[in-house]
């Protein structure tokens, strides 16, 4: 997948503002959970700061509270999108509810837009309420046999694994990713690339380098997106919320693969399949943010999967769960009932 579609250095598990580790994608940059806070609650308070300085003290996960002003502009400038900004949700302080308009605005869905409409568009006083929700939503649709459903995500796992393994890697963006079909829903698809790859074999172990940690995200990513589109909940969802979506399970849902595929080499061990690996070794040429989020990877994740000591059907589950989280501020409400 291109940079457009997703991050695709190691830049983006850290926070642009302050070099802290990134919780996700907020306001259309990689950001910790204080700056995403920070700039939102600048906006819709309309606050404006001061610098005691010259307008470029320095802003790092040390000192970023010591200077708002130039704490704001350094979200300005790497990226940070006021406009992205739904008033309607997560609000500052009191507001006051708005009468709904007679006309609700059309929303536009899915694949019709080009690839910038993955941003959502600035917010009008006039829509501040949420569009009208059909009671249909509420109805609840027959459900399957437990059994059925715990089955059918063991195998739609199984086959993103395969795909996982094999040498198929498409150079597209997101969007072209999310208005595609469902390679994970094809048969004729699985059964011509669905072969392990020389390559992701493991002979020797060797210490993993930017190369590696790159190609493997590169690859989950790719697998996040055909995994997303397996489920009717999500096709069924319009293109902002599909995008909003995939990319605040951008860093968690490649982590969950990531060590459940690992093969057991000692507890604070992560392998990838080609043999390339990682521990609790310092890299220091690396961000501060990513050796972080390695040891939280062997602490948070890897020691509590091997603790349950989870079957191939329960970590199906887990991720499933993990991905349709109806959490993401940035979705709608519609979208949120649907999930």
Known sequence: MTPQSSPSSSRDHVCLVCQDFASGYHYGVPSCV??????RRTIMKKQKYICQFEGNCPVDKTIRCACRYCRFEKCLSV????NALQQNRDPIGYTKRTRRPKKELKTTSDCSSDEGASTPPSVSPLQLSPPPISPLLFQAAPLKPRRCILQTLAEREKCANDLRLSEYLPI???????????????TAFLEKWGQPSERHQI???RFVNHDDYHYWHERDWF???EYAKTFDVFEALDYQDKAELVRHAAITVPVLVQVWNSP?????TIV???GAYFDRTPEPTRPAGLNRKKYQMLDLVLKPFRDLQLDATEFAAFKAVTFLNPGPGGISIRAKLSL
């Open 34 to 39: 204080g700056c995403k806070t920070f700039f």
């Open 223 to 225: 697998l996040l997106t």
């Open 79 to 82: 990226g940070m999108d006021r």
């Open 203 to 205: 002979f020797d172990l």
């Open 272 to 274: 990838f399949p080609d």
């Open 172 to 186: 597209r963006s997101l969007h072209e990713a999310l208005c595609s079909k469902a390679l994970l829903n094809d």
């Open 264 to 268: 057991d080499y000692g507890p604070d």
